[in-house]
């Protein structure tokens, strides 16, 4: 395992080019945004291939559906805050229900986007993006998963959503590892104590956690959920079979991301005890990435703090 | 190629019957909304757009983007009148299962090529259909009809500054100029004066014309036709609920439900539309 460092979102502008350079007719619909979601960078090389519509979310995410009407192969990318937020009516009636294989980037997510505040401050993009039949809802907690699964999203036949951070975070993957699909997930630690579902710049923190739970004798299996919806339910009840209790670690809110469609699997497949670590009913706020994951308790500290709990009450 | 749909007072007539049996036969659907576009719709499939009903996915088609999706059941009319899908289907319009959904879906309906229902959207879609032809350098032409009242949503404004943007010569947008909203009558909501002047300014073609009689649309669209670049918008004076006296009156706004007695008194009106020919 490596430590460098490298932020989810600079995977977007290289996914683009990757695609493109292997000859992939990709278009990206930009939304005068494109130097902060790396869109820019594919326009500098491509200019032909990118689309900038202006600072208007609903007409981005109409454009893009339009051009996927026409069976162009479009990405499109800005503030989840502002994509997801603003363009949510327009992504349901445009793309999700007519299904139309427009992948749809949400950058600069989560409370570490720090100093911009609650309102750059995505937390509830997995939730709107999960309700929505038929689409993929991807979180991936590196920059070699994140590219793998921008570029693997080229060939979806149905909608996607793919969530990226801006702050760096630390390297999981082996460069050039590719073993990421939808509904797929990655066992990045065996154990038989508890499970920890986790997705984004938690899952470092999961995989901190869990040496933490090992010096306790507590033996933690790590599943990097990236792919929220569909989930990887298979995986994540064979784990619950060996650890009868489990803990989410997400940096999103509480209601309606992964940690609740875990429990919601739990519930209807193998009930066990399901903690969550996540943002828990409030918005962000201005802060540095480092001090807000700490305030908001987006922390290994935190995730062995409910692996605890959770493990007290696991089924035998 | 257009469709064999002849572009006649008669075969409108027919098509308002049609529009008038369907939501009669539903209870549900805006009969007065769908009223003011039967003409639009049979010229334009009559003899400006080229399709093959025996072929909806024929790549050189020309698109049609219904943004006021509540204007559909005179679109499905006129699809069934071209010979999309059989006549019959008609009559199951609204109900589980049907091929015609109370909004258009994509892929249901032959024919249909963009989705509807959420107003405001059509104009963006078709951009962005118009991008991709455009880049493919396709000889296609996009025609997206939307109503005034779906004005107010910003993003067809947003989407009006891009057509424009991008030069989408090979766009048509047409606006069912009725004068009324969803709650009222125009101008009591959100006024929506100079809306010619609010196009221009936009950077777009724009020429006006009566959205009833079938001379005026074809020399709206020669004299927009006869501008080059731009995309082009026709501002087609309609009324609403037109063809049957006690719609095109009623001050609720077309929201009237009809019931079995409405439906005959309707569609006596019509026939008497049909007998002066």
Known sequence: ?316 | MTSNLSVTVESAAEVRRDVVRMIGMARSGRVASALSIVDILVWLYGEVLSVRPDEPAWQDRDRFVLSKGHGCPALYAVLAGCGFFPRDELWSYGRLGAMLQGHPELRRTPGVDAPAGSLGMGLGLANGMALALKGRRSTSRICCLAGDGELQEGAFWEAALVSSRHDLGNLLLVIDRNGLRGEGAAGEIVPLDSLKQKMLSFGWSVEECDGHDFESLREGLSRLEALSGRPRCLLAKTRLGKGISFLEDDPSGGRMVLDRGTVDKALLELEKEGDLL
């Not at chain 1, 999103?252 to 828990?280: C, D, M, N, T, W």
């Open chain 1, 1 to 316: 395992m490596k430590t460098n460092m490298r932020s989810t979102r600079d995977a977007y502008g290289q996914a683009l080019l990757e695609l493109t350079g292997a000859g992939a007719e990709i278009i990206a619909v930009d939304g005068d945004i494109g130097s902060a979601t790396g869109a820019a960078r594919f326009a500098s090389e491509h200019p032909g291939r990118c689309l900038n519509v202006g600072m208007a979310e609903q007409n981005m995410i109409l454009t893009a559906a339009g051009l996927a009407l026409e069976g162009e192969n479009v990405y499109v990318a800005s503030y989840g805050s502002f994509l997801v937020g603003r363009g949510y009516e327009q992504i349901r009636s445009a793309v999700a229900i007519p299904g139309l294989p427009v992948k749809i980037v949400g950058s600069c997510c989560g409370v570490t986007v720090g100093e911009d505040g609650a309102s750059h401050q995505m937390l509830e993009d997995l939730a709107l993006m999960r309700v929505l039949p038929g689409m993929s809802v991807l979180a991936p907690a590196d920059y070699t998963s994140a590219l793998a699964l921008l570029k693997g999203a080229a060939s979806s036949r149905g909608p996607v959503y793919i969530r990226l951070g801006r702050a760096p975070s630390p390297d999981i993957y082996e460069e050039g590892d590719r073993d990421f699909a939808p509904g797929g997930g990655r066992i990045l630690r065996e154990g038989s104590g508890v499970t920890l579902c986790c997705c984004g710049i938690m899952v470092s923190e999961a995989l901190s956690a869990a040496k933490v739970l090992s010096s306790q004798n507590i033996s933690a299996e790590v599943i990097d959920c990236y792919s929220v919806s569909p989930l990887p339910s298979q995986m994540i009840l064979d784990s619950f079979h060996r650890t009868g209790c489990c803990v989410t670690a997400e940096e999103h809110f509480s209601r309606g991301g992964l940690g609740e469609a875990v429990a919601a699997l739990a519930g209807e497949s193998y009930p066990i005890p399901v903690k969550q670590v996540a943002v828990f009913d409030r918005f962000g706020q201005s802060g540095s990435p480092a001090e807000l994951q700490e305030y908001y308790g987006l922390t290994a500290s935190q995730i062995v703090s409910a692996a605890m709990q959770s493990w007290v009450m696991r089924r035998r």
